[in-house]
Nanobody, 127 residues
Framework: QVQLIESGGGLVQPGGSLRLSCAAS????????MGWFRQAPGKEREFVAG????????LYGDSVKGRFTMSRDNANNLVYLAMNSLKPADTAVYYC????????????????????WGQGTQVTVSS
């Protein structure tokens, strides 16, 4: 079992940057593909980014491609989401999630692939 705790959210002006972190408990962190999702009020949950178990492969949602970068540190059980050129449309609660049963270089692209979820961190982009 994995417990996930996100941090790093907050209020930022349009065009600004934030870096979200997700700390995972447990000794098998590297056995999970990881992902970031977000949900804005009144909207469905959206896939933001995913990373393979090794960290060698990443996948991004169309709305964040070229602005967000996901990475992981398997030695310290951490996952990051670097967010640049933020827009008001990026305002949402951001969730870290872990998906078991994926190959080393495979990315989990769908919400139902993920078994463990964090509690979320709020990101607000506003002037």
């Amino acid at each position: 079992q994995v417990q996930l705790i996100e941090s790093g959210g907050g209020l930022v002006q349009p065009g600004g940057s934030l870096r979200l972190s997700c700390a995972a408990s447990g000794r098998s962190f590297s056995s999970y593909a990881m992902g970031w999702f977000r949900q804005a009020p009144g909207k469905e949950r959206e896939f933001v980014a995913g990373i393979s178990r090794s960290g060698g492969n990443t996948l991004y949602g169309d709305s964040v491609k070229g602005r967000f970068t996901m990475s992981r540190d398997n030695a310290n059980n951490l996952v990051y989401l670097a967010m640049n050129s933020l827009k008001p449309a990026d305002t949402a609660v951001y969730y870290c999630a872990a998906a078991p049963d994926f190959w080393l270089e495979e990315i989990a692209p769908r919400g139902p692939d993920y078994v463990y979820w964090g509690q979320g961190t709020q990101v607000t982009v506003s002037s």
